[in-house]
């Protein structure tokens, strides 16, 4: 043996041979954790966590969803040109788009809305949004939006998975996808609904051609969000072994049809719910909130219960680690308003306005907003000249949506759309360049984000789409 080595070994104690193989047990661990990540990154099961692309602004996405469609033109962009012009037809200049109803040749409608600068930063909200006016000093408000679709049905599809046609995956299953979970007895990805089901359904927070499980998880309304997860056994050794031999007859079942990942995702619900019986029922249970808190939201209030609920629950599911959360405001294309503009969104700008603004205050006092991105918007504004004498048609070629949180610049607008609201005009964003930003924040490159499909490397954004540099400090 050389006697440089016959010198040191063998040793004589504990401590001598941590000293003489510190080095060599520092490479094991190095190499341990190596693997590991290697495993994470190329595993199909969502419970894993796995490594961001760079690093991520944000942890957690919350959007909310105001599904019909707000107006941009009395929200957020206000258009002192549509009064000078209300009643007159639409100028020639501005053209005449392929509307949903044919109401390119209806006369322009002015808005009735008061408008005021707020913050230090002076950005415009207008009265019907009080409450979130008091944070634009968190906000970027994004004027110059655009997307594909008409209709609802494309439009609602394309802004949850990015095409206006069904069966691609959704934001939340991609996040899921690329990241896994960061909790191991909640859903990741998980939806939040206040009145009917959204138009296409369960298709919005659809895997797509993702494996199964990483398609959404929607939650109920009420006070039994988790449906059955009280056991109806509660002898926690039996049932486990009912659950173990089930995921047995279903394993040797699926055993010659490794494709049909359907099958799969259904063994790893039964897992998940499982796990859920001790975690689930204290994270959804809003009990544990004071009353304070609660009226932060507006839960005291009949009109803001429904969504002042749902805002407070994505704050605790954040809290757990849940990593991406779709509020539906008006679910079921309740924004929708071909007809009373006035009538249709004061309701629903009653509804969501303290809710949310309850929800930014309560994650910036609590630490969380800084690694919490909030995303506002819906499926497509709405047209500058009227229908039906008081409500306003489709608008998809330009409106608003805004971003706090997460990395975002606090304080600002980016982009505009022309003098009417009818077209992004300055730094127009399509729906691909919002999934991208949404994506980057989190730590995901959204053309590395690509997953193998009928021969082709499929990614969130198709073919296109770049980050918004401009939306992020």
């Not at 930063?121 to 207008?126: N, R």
């Not at 990241?179 to 919005?204: C, H, M, R, Y």
């Not at 004498?389 to 971003?403: A, Q």
Request: with cysteine.
């Amino acid at each position: 043996m050389d006697k440089k080595l016959q010198h040191h070994w063998p040793v004589r104690s504990r401590r001598e041979f941590f000293e003489q193989a510190g080095s060599g047990l520092g490479s094991i661990a190095l190499a341990a954790l190596m693997q590991d990540q290697a495993k994470a990154a190329a595993s199909p099961d969502p419970s894993v966590a796995k490594p961001p692309h760079h690093k991520p602004k944000a942890k957690s996405v919350i959007w909310l969803f105001m599904e019909g469609g707000p107006s941009h033109v009395d929200l957020f962009d206000p258009k002192p040109k549509l009064n000078e012009l209300n009643g007159q037809p639409m100028p020639e200049s501005f053209g005449k788009p392929i509307t949903a109803m044919g109401t390119a040749s209806n006369s322009i409608m002015g808005s009735p809305r008061k408008w005021q600068q707020h913050g230090k930063s002076g950005l415009w909200v207008s009265d019907w949004y009080p409450h979130i006016a008091q944070h634009v000093d968190d906000m970027t408000v994004l004027r110059s939006c655009w997307a594909n679709g008409l209709n609802h049905v494309g439009s609602v599809c394309q802004m949850n998975t990015g095409d206006i046609l069904a069966g691609r995956p959704s934001m939340g299953a991609w996040v899921n996808y690329g990241l896994g979970s960061a909790n191991k007895n909640l859903p990741t990805f998980t939806i939040l609904l206040d009145d009917k089901e959204p138009v296409g359904g369960p298709k919005n927070w659809s895997s797509g051609f993702l494996p199964a499980t990483f398609q959404g998880t929607q939650f109920r309304q009420g006070d039994v969000p988790i449906l059955n997860l009280k056991p109806a056994d509660s002898r926690d050794e039996r049932q486990r072994n009912k659950l173990s031999f089930l995921k047995e007859l279903n394993q040797q079942w699926g055993a010659d049809k490794q494709d049909d990942s359907d099958l799969d995702a259904r063994i790893r619900s039964f897992e998940l719910a499982y796990q859920m019986q001790s975690s689930g029922p204290e994270a959804v249970d809003l009990s544990k909130e004071t009353e304070a808190t609660k009226a932060l939201y507006g839960m005291d209030k009949p009109e803001t219960e429904a969504y002042g609920r749902n805002c407070l629950m994505a704050r605790r599911l954040v809290e757990r680690g849940v990593r991406f959360i779709e509020l539906y405001c008006g679910s079921g294309s309740g924004w929708d308003a071909h007809t009373n503009i006035e009538g249709n969104h004061s309701k629903w700008c009653r509804a969501s306005d303290k809710p949310i603004a309850g929800l930014l205050a309560d994650l910036k006092q609590r630490g969380m907003l800084e690694d919490t991105l909030v995303v506002w918007g819906g499926e497509f504004g709405r047209t500058p000249f009227n229908e039906k004498g008081n409500g306003r048609d489709h608008n998809p070629w330009g409106f608003t949506m805004w971003f706090a949180g997460g990395g975002i610049k606090g304080g600002q607008t980016v982009g505009s759309t022309d003098e009417i609201g009818l077209r992004a005009q300055e730094r127009p964003s399509h729906v691909h360049d919002i999934h991208a930003s949404i994506l980057w924040a989190l730590g995901l490159d959204h053309v590395k984000l690509t997953y193998m499909h009928n021969g082709r490397a499929e990614r969130p954004t198709i073919v296109s789409g770049e980050v918004i540099k401009e939306l992020f400090v």
